[in-house]
């Protein structure tokens, strides 16, 4: 059973599913992964019990709403894994913790193996986790190197630093990358322009309320620089749900979320909503500014529960606050447009200390999901 309950913990899934096929190919032995999923998971031939994009929701206050939904999701998952049919011989976890570490404690009952690939922030916020998941968790999978001492003192000798799923797609992706001409060509985009793209974020409320702001600053910005705006969809948002927050600007759309990251790597600067996003920026050397808003009082309870100098991941990984952040009432089209600038006159600096962001999360020459599906055999 494998639990991935976001669109960034999907990809992760994949590439781990997809590497576990072929190791058991080699062993002539069969493997069957279901529980919770996005598409990228499916394609590997999950079977898909739940869709990520039922269960991604962020903000204290927007789970509350759909508790029982979660709740019902929880009751449904305990009961396969207690159904000798459907249960498994090991549960495997990716991220999503405020889910995941319940079915952990059920599955631990049980005698199932956990195997938890993507460790929660413990880091960031709910530090008590750690105790929590010593008891629960078989092997932890970690992709930030100094998770894995965290673990260690904690107690959790079986977690292991194995690099990050990023460093390892964007690797990938590179070798087939087309020059900038082509690419425009490919996706009707104007190279004579620099292109500034838009990442509102990858659920409806992230949208909500980050892409008027986004947008209204982008075009702020074209009015002194050679810029076009891009605005990146995610596939989990509807066409239309863009559209109606878009209302009369007028930005380029662009929608081939397999071919963002190459995007990215032909880009000039990117207004960006805080998450996964800012990482594969800085893997692919994209300098931006970080935005974030969120509803009032989910702020406050994060703000009281996080105890962290950044929020940006390439910010935190670097120890040193290289992309601006700008947060809550701070996240304003002014904000934004002079942190732009400010960012524009370093940009060759910029790049520089981008670099260190890939060399920090690199743990081999053995990729991640290769690591995480012997970790997840027991090879």
Known sequence: MLIAGEASGDRIAARAIRAAKVLTHERDEQLLFSGICGDESMREGMECLYHAREMSVVGFVEVARRFRFFRNVLRDMEARLKDPKTRPESLVLIDYPGFNIRLAK????????VVYYVSPQVWAWHKERVHELKKVVDEMLV???FEEKIYHDAGLKQAHFIGHPLVEMIDEEKQSFLSRNAFAKKHALDPSKEWLLIFSGSRNEEVR???AILSDAA???SKTHNFLPILVEAATISEQTYAEYLGSRTVKRF???ATSHELMYHSTLGLLKSGTTTLEAALLGLPGIICYRTHPLTFAIGKRLVKLAFIGLANIVLGRKLYPELLQNDCT????VTSAEE???TSAVFREGLLNVDRTLRAGSTPPSVLAAKAILQL
Do not use: M, N, Q
């Open 106 to 113: 059920i599955a631990k009952r049980l005698g199932i193996r």
């Open 143 to 145: 992709i930030f190197p």
């Open 209 to 211: 309320r980050h892409l």
């Open 219 to 221: 075009l702020e910005l």
């Open 255 to 257: 929608r081939a979320p």
């Open 333 to 336: 089209v002014s904000r934004i």
């Open 343 to 345: 960012v524009l006159t």
